[in-house]
């Protein structure tokens, strides 16, 4: 017959010896405390976690001040506790703080502090992993509801059942660009548009830089305008899914500025028309960020494999054939491809947000990167941009009228298209 198992205090460290824990006697403790929770000796469990609290890795002492107040809270010692809860989460960033807020969010709900359950339950879904963030959105459903705010409750209750945006970033740009295009193209006023739109380098070269957004709206032909709105057709949810409908927003407007200002460096006088290089700026993002992070995604993976030659093909045929601004092209995979190597997708979770994950399953979180990465990220890319259009304002700023885009408009070339 086995014999039973040792009591709780048998097991680990002695919790009333004095003096500087070493971290494996931290580690044991907090081992020997999750074990007497779980064996409902809370009692045991608080001494445990009470004795580990201090020590000098925030990770672990947050992990003892979770369990602390789980212990108080089986106790029924509700504001004890919460005082435990959130001082974990008022230790920065580590693999408690997810399980930490969400703990606190419930506490204040039992105390009932709304308002305050739901800032703490929209830390919590910040930093959610994916199968729980349906169930948060739940909660703050119901407590936006009960505070009032019946808008936001059924923004949350809808994210809760998984329902997904009636339209996409990506579809609204492409259903910009198509009405723009098709009415340059087919109407009357198509001159008009092309005039006011078109990456006009002289026009560029006296500060509108407008133009170097409004050029992906316009396209060269009917063909044109098919091959790159199935390209972002493609790509575009990707990217969306991969980091969210606003980064996808600033990461598109950031590649077609690149593109375009390779374009105006690079690209001649010849006005430019088309969203290439934006295009080619989000099969960048995914071609780096793909092969850096490696983004655990199903739906996108035989897509993001092949993005490698597709890039490849569609360089070389820039360089052989006319009418294609290539430079536009490989100014905007360029920036993608920085934007992709610097940022890692925070939608989805990738490889290394897998392996950094706790082995427990109740505090596991995805990671998260510092808002201020994308934002330095944009701003890299945003200074070359100024830099290049001082450089080709400066290259430009010896011409005459009749040098340049001005005199190419005159001769009726069409544009070049990216």
């Known amino acids: 017959m086995d014999d039973a198992p040792p009591p709780a205090a048998s097991r680990g460290p002695d919790p009333s010896r004095p003096g500087r824990l070493s971290r494996a006697d931290a580690t044991a403790h907090l081992a020997a405390a999750d074990a007497a929770l779980a064996a409902g000796e809370f009692r045991e469990a608080a001494m445990r976690y009470g004795r580990i609290i201090g ?47 969400r703990n606190v969010a419930a506490a204040r709900v039992r105390a009932g502090n709304l308002p305050g359950a739901i800032a703490a339950y929209r830390e919590a879904d910040r930093r959610a992993p994916p199968e729980d963030k349906a169930e948060i959105a739940t909660r703050l459903g119901w407590l936006t509801k009960e505070t009032g705010d019946a808008r936001a409750a059924r923004r949350y209750f809808a994210k809760g059942r998984g329902d997904s945006p009636l339209i996409s970033v990506t579809m609204i740009l492409i259903a910009a660009t198509v009405i723009v295009s098709l009415s340059a193209l087919l109407s009357d006023e198509g001159e008009v548009l092309f005039d006011a739109f078109q990456l006009d380098k002289a026009a560029v070269a006296t ?29 575009g949810p ?15 407007l950031t590649c077609a500025a690149a593109g ?17 290089g934006a295009i080619f700026g989000l099969f960048g993002l995914l071609l780096a960020a793909g092969r850096l992070h490696h983004p655990i995604d199903r739906q996108s993976r035989a897509l993001v494999g092949q993005v490698g030659m597709l890039i490849l093909i569609n360089i ?46 109740a505090s596991a979180h995805n990671a998260r990167i ?7 990220a944009v701003v890299v890319v945003g200074v070359v941009v100024a830099a290049g ?14 040098d340049g885009i001005v005199a190419i408009v005159r001769d009726g070339r069409p544009p070049d298209t990216s």
């Open 316 to 361: 070389a045929f820039g360089f052989v054939a006319t009418g294609i601004d290539n430079a536009a092209h490989i100014g905007g995979l360029l920036a993608g491809i920085w934007l992709g190597a610097f940022v890692p997708p925070t939608r989805v979770q990738t490889l290394s947000s897998l392996w950094q994950q706790p082995t427990d399953a």
């Open 370 to 376: 510092p808002t201020y990465i994308p934002l330095v």
């Open 207 to 235: 500060g509108e830089y407008w133009r170097l957004w409004t050029v992906t709206l316009l396209h060269g032909s009917l063909l044109h305008l098919f091959f790159n709105m199935y390209a972002l057709y493609l790509a």
């Open 238 to 252: 990707i990217v969306e899914r991969w980091y969210g409908p606003v980064r996808f927003l600033v990461f598109y």
């Open 389 to 402: 259009l001082a450089v080709g304002t400066a290259t430009r700023s010896g011409g005459s009228p009749d």
């Open 260 to 276: 375009s200002t390779a374009s105006f460096v690079f690209g001649g006088n010849q006005p430019s028309v088309g969203a290439s």
């Open 55 to 101: 020590f000098d890795d925030a990770a672990i002492t947050a992990a003892a001040l979770v369990g602390l107040g789980e212990a108080r809270y089986r106790l029924d010692d509700d504001d004890a506790a919460l005082a435990a809860w959130e001082a974990a989460v008022e230790l920065g960033e580590t693999p408690s703080s997810y399980v930490g807020w």
